[in-house]
């Protein structure tokens, strides 16, 4: 595949692209026309590698046919059923494979449209649990300074980035703390001891706000927008231990980490600390259709199901646990458990890690897990994360870069050869942004 350089998408039709707003803010949006493996096409005939899955989203490559077969199959049989009248059979089976791939502890699932909505369904839920304890002032919900958690009111509230202030004022209730790579970054606390100090503020937080007013505390275990800041060892444990000192639910956002991201299938295995609520999403579809779950221990879902009445989680969406989504999402599931994906990430992570330490040298530092893939760039800039993901996109290859870093998460379908260009691309990227100081 030849470099590419990008011009300003005239193709884009002009009686249709002023209306739309999904598209990017840049001079260099692309208008996507067609993707194979991990190659997209445009309109202007320019081929692309995907470094990133879409965004997270597309483990099994833009063509995946059994998943694009069970898509049409459920399509030609039940596209839509009465959510208020009945589910499907598809979505029963998926939410029980979920649950079969889920830590040891977690035993229900509710499906949904997406990641926010997800998020925002584990705080409702984590309320409803307090409340239905007898405890119906615990409502106040912890999370991460500079950590991302979705794009609607409730989800965008959790989102502790200044950029989301433009607007208003956020959910009631929202609590904000400080995560273990802050601590590094911000006050230079030494990697060894930001994760004691940081679970250590987290506790301090909870008994100054009354630990009778918190419900939750919802976090990533891989702080995504922190360039894959990884906790340090025992962090995570540490939180679960103060959340269940102070009876405060420990919700996993695992949206960008779950589904075998980590190398298990979601994070919490990785890291060994089983959360009470787990939302993931995502590459749960593998882009096939809009899907997300909300995954809750025993103790959580008894809650659904108290006065007598069956089970349920209402008031729901229209479109969760749609057929054709639900048959998107069982044949990924089925796909990544039986096409033995969790060695074929092992032994991609494996090829890739090395070689882009290789690349990077001492331009960067490489954050890397499973299949995540972070570089905090030592040179360059406050902005060399974006001039970095755009010089190699003008160079045909897609990443996120933002602030001071990049971020990759190549296909788990990704060839050795495909591994080989992605990093041939970033190293002349990395030599005009950073210079050749390897």
Known sequence: MTAVELAPPSVWPPDLSAYCFEVPHSDQALLFESGKGIRLTDAAGRTFLDALSGVFVTCFGYDCEPIAQAVTDQLRTLPFNPPLHGTNRAALELARQLVDLAPAGITAAKLVNGGSESVEAAVRLARLYHRAHGNPDRVKVLSYYHGYHGATYGSLSLTGRPDVSRFGPGLPGVVHVWPPDCLETFWDVPGESSGALAAAMIERTIEAEGPESVAAIVMEP??????????????????????????????????????????????AQTFGVTPDILCVGKGISGGFAPLAAVLMGEHVAAVLGESGRPPSFAPSHTYAANPI?????????????????????????GYFEPRLRTVVGGRGTVRALGLLYGVKLAAGGEDAGERLAAACLRRG??????????????????????????????????????????
Do not use: K, N, S
């Open 222 to 267: 891989v702080i995504h927008l922190r360039g894959m800041a990884i906790p340090p060892a025992g962090y995570l444990a540490r939180v679960r231990e103060i959340c269940d000192r102070h009876g405060v639910l420990l919700v996993f956002d695992e949206i960008v980490t779950g589904f075998g991201r980590t190398g298990q299938p979601f994070a």
């Open 325 to 349: 989504a639900a048959a998107a999402g069982l044949a990924a599931v089925r796909l990544f458990r039986e096409g033995g994906y969790p060695d074929r990430i092992g032994a991609l992570a």
């Open 397 to 438: 290859l897609i990443l996120r870069g933002q602030d001071d870093w990049v971020v990759l998460a190549p296909a788990f379908v990704t060839a050795p050869d495909e591994a080989d260009r992605m990093l041939d691309i970033l190293g002349d990227a990395l030599d005009e942004i950073c210079g050749d100081a390897r």
